[in-house]
């Protein structure tokens, strides 16, 4: 220890916690992240919550407030199963991105695990929620939990109105479509709850009296042999639809025949949802490594100060430890890459590189290498990058011989893998985009959009997948998840598969195959 900590001086003497702990803790580990790291978070909201509390907040997406639905349920008992027979641990903490953050912590956790969860999620997370331009664009931290509210209440008083059976039918279909229900180039409006509950006033008061006749209405499209002016009259559809239309919830919302208000309302209801999720899916390896630096960070700055003994620090190290391991492609335990341990390898290598940089690193880095300022340097990362760009643009040579990694072509026709690259300089720049591309929601996520829709004839709804590297979906998924799209829409559906590169047809399929 740089300082010799008497008893007096420490935050923390025992495995116990009390509320006074956690707040004379808190408030050194405030000081520490605000004053020294330079962070800048919404204020916090801490809640001690037990094991089941945890498992139930695991079912649910983390959220305090959510509608019901039977998939949560499945989604508990599951991991309890696993939780009781002792095959799978427990998160330390979870935390909202909302306005206050609010940080769960389960009471089991020993003192020095609430400190470090304290640092992690109350810290660390919370300046990046607040920061990244993602989640700046994407979502409002200070609506979200007023709107959760409005929606879990909707939804029950739908299920009253108009029956469980019904209520979940429509969920199913909407939560089935959750991954293409999220606008990926334009941004959402804004939520607001009070703004909610008058637009739905007036969605039920005047759209079922209107709805459905406006469309009965409409006069027959005019039958053309001019191949030309069809091809016109096509345009100018999709044109007046904005297709095509890559969020199909929202399509559906807007555009269905059958559905009622209320059911287009809880459409919109799991869309927001999905939004809400749509950045901290493109950058999970940035915000844990973000948080687990911080954590680090703080740890180590309170130890040097005296306020933490050498045995809570070594227990500390012990959870980051395991948080951060990182098995070897051979190991029984490899998953794939840890977003812990490589989000945390690079920051404390951008750290490395600001103050100790070699040669190598000069060349890769021009911009930041031995400036000094590895905070701002961390900061400005934090704050503009998604998990893509970041490994793009900061993984180093340095950190790509220390985790071993290379890169593979698989190629389906081929029998075995092949090293495509190695550690030389051509090399570094392959597996450094490789790793990127794969942590791109775009190119890991089937491209599917609207691409055509007659209202004013048989109203058959054309949907286009654009498949790359020759990939196609399940054949038994795909349907399946049709029937679901034709529930919402009423009518007919296709769905045709087109290749990327070459632009030709893979495959078809229509749900009147299988209707009824």
């Known amino acids: 220890m740089s300082k010799s900590a008497g008893a007096s001086d420490l935050l923390f003497t025992g ?22 790291l330079g962070l800048d978070c919404y204020p916090n909201q801490l809640e001690i919550i037990s094991s089941e509390q945890m498992l139930d907040a695991y079912s649910s997406n983390g959220m305090p407030l959510i509608y019901q639905h039977w998939s949560f349920g499945k989604h508990f008992v599951y991991e309890e199963y ?66 959760m509210e409005f929606a879990k209440g909707y939804v029950s008083r739908c299920e009253e109105r108009y029956g469980f059976a019904a209520v979940e039918s429509i969920l199913d279909a909407a939560h089935t479509l ?87 309302e809880i459409l919109r209801i799991v869309r927001v949802v999905a939004q809400y999720f749509y950045p901290q ?48 492609f051979d190991d029984p335990r490899f998953s794939g890459l840890n977003p812990y341990a490589i989000g945390f390898a690079m920051m404390q290598d951008i750290e490395r590189i600001c103050t100790k940089p070699t040669a190598e690193d000069r060349d890769w880095f021009p911009e930041f290498a031995g400036n000094g300022d590895w905070r701002g340097t961390l900061l400005d990362a ?29 190629e389906s026709k081929e029998k075995h893998y092949q090293v495509a690259s190695i550690h030389n300089e051509r090399g ?24 055509d829709v007659d209202l004013l004839g048989n109203r058959h709804l054309r949907l286009q997948h654009t498949a790359r590297d020759g990939i196609v979906l399940s054949e038994s998924t795909r349907d399946a998840t049709l029937r679901h799209v034709r529930r919402l829409w009423g009518y007919d559906v296709s769905l045709v598969g087109v290749d990327a590169e070459f632009g030709n047809v893979l495959y078809e399929t229509s749900t009147d195959k299988f209707a009824g």
């Open 178 to 264: 959750m991954d293409q229900a999220v606008f990926r180039y334009r941004r959402p409006p804004r939520i607001s709850s009070a703004k909610e509950q008058a637009r739905v006033r007036e969605r039920l008061e005047y759209e079922e009296k209107i709805f459905s006749d406006l469309w009965r209405t409409l006069p027959q499209p005019r039958q053309s042999e001019d191949t030309t002016e069809a091809e016109m009259e096509a345009q100018e559809r999709k044109k007046a639809l904005n297709l095509p239309e890559e969020n199909l919830l929202y399509f559906l919302e807007k555009n269905s025949l059958i559905l009622e208000p209320w059911e287009r």
């Open 382 to 410: 934090w704050a503009n990058h998604r998990d893509e760009s970041f490994l793009l643009q900061y993984l180093s040579p340095a950190l790509i011989r220390k985790m071993r990694l290379f890169a593979l072509d698989d």
């Open 428 to 451: 570094y720049e392959k597996i450094r985009s490789s790793l990127a591309r794969s942590y791109d929601i775009g190119m890991n996520q089937p491209n599917i959009q609207v691409v």
């Open 281 to 328: 899916r493109q950058t999970k390896v940035m915000n844990e490594g973000c948080a687990t630096f911080v954590h680090y960070t703080i740890m180590n700055m309170l130890f040097d100060r005296g306020k933490i003994s050498e045995g809570h620090l070594l227990e500390m190290l012990h959870s980051h430890s395991n948080v951060v391991f990182q098995p070897g």
């Open 15 to 36: 495995s116990d916690w009390t509320f006074d702990t956690l707040s004379r803790t808190y408030d050194a580990i405030k000081e520490v992240a605000l004053d020294d």
């Open 82 to 147: 696993l939780y009781r027979k002792g095959r799978r641990g427990l998160a330390y903490e979870i935390v909202i991105n909302s306005n206050p953050c609010i940080a769960y912590l389960m009471e089991e956790n020993t003192m020095a695990l609430q400190a470090l969860v304290i640092a992690h999620a109350s810290f660390g997370h919370n300046h990046f929620f607040k920061n990244n331009y993602l989640f700046r664009q994407w979502t409002d931290a200070s609506a979200i939990l007023d709107y």
